[in-house]
């Protein structure tokens, strides 16, 4: 089956409604912590062992940047510098408790927003799209597209 010329165009279509989905979800609910800074918070939960170099090379900038941005989040109670157990050289970028809560709220409230909109869907279109976003992420994971195989024995 040929791949439609726009297809690109409506997965780009797609993925900025669903960014404006998740982006509603925040604003409606008076989250203060601005979207960088909570892009920073999820960083850090996700890689524990992060230093404000590390958190420079995930968010591509220059590590004085970086450590503005954890200045910010440590001033609002978000965040903790500590020292590096095994190098006391080093000060590894600890989610306070009060982080921990925005996060699983943010999380709560996307998780809700999105599943209004799936629930707008038909339960047919609803297994499509799970079956296309399972593909379309293991072909970026691995840089290569699934085979029609793969994709029929899914489908099956």
């Given at each position: 089956?040929d791949?439609?010329?726009?297809?690109?165009?409506?997965?780009e279509?797609?993925?900025?409604a669903?960014?404006?989905?998740?982006?509603?979800?925040?604003?409606?609910?008076?989250?203060?912590?601005?979207?960088t800074?909570l892009?920073?918070l999820?960083?850090?939960?996700?890689?524990?062992?992060?230093?404000?170099?590390g958190?420079a090379?995930l968010?591509?900038?220059?590590?004085?940047?970086?450590?503005?941005?954890?200045?910010?989040?440590?001033?609002?109670g978000?965040?903790?510098?500590?020292?590096?157990?095994r190098?006391?050289?080093?000060?590894?970028?600890?989610?306070?408790?009060?982080?921990?809560t925005?996060?699983g709220?943010?999380?709560?409230?996307?998780?809700?927003?999105?599943?209004?909109?799936?629930?707008?869907?038909?339960?047919?279109?609803?297994?499509?799209?799970?079956?296309?976003l399972?593909?379309?992420?293991?072909?970026a994971?691995?840089?290569?597209?699934?085979s029609?195989?793969d994709?029929?024995?899914?489908?099956?």
């Amino acid at each position: 089956m040929d791949r439609p010329p726009n297809l690109a165009v409506a997965i780009e279509a797609a993925a900025e409604a669903f960014v404006g989905v998740l982006d509603s979800a925040t604003s409606r609910h008076q989250v203060t912590v601005p979207p960088t800074q909570l892009r920073v918070l999820a960083l850090i939960r996700d890689r524990p062992e992060t230093n404000v170099n590390g958190l420079a090379e995930l968010l591509d900038v220059v590590p004085s940047s970086a450590s503005r941005l954890c200045d910010r989040l440590e001033a609002t109670g978000l965040l903790r510098r500590t020292p590096d157990p095994r190098d006391r050289r080093e000060v590894r970028l600890v989610l306070t408790a009060a982080a921990v809560t925005l996060l699983g709220e943010v999380r709560e409230r996307r998780h809700r927003a999105v599943q209004e909109v799936l629930d707008r869907m038909p339960p047919r279109a609803q297994h499509e799209l799970l079956l296309a976003l399972l593909a379309f992420g293991q072909a970026a994971a691995s840089g290569t597209s699934p085979s029609p195989a793969d994709t029929a024995a899914r489908t099956a």
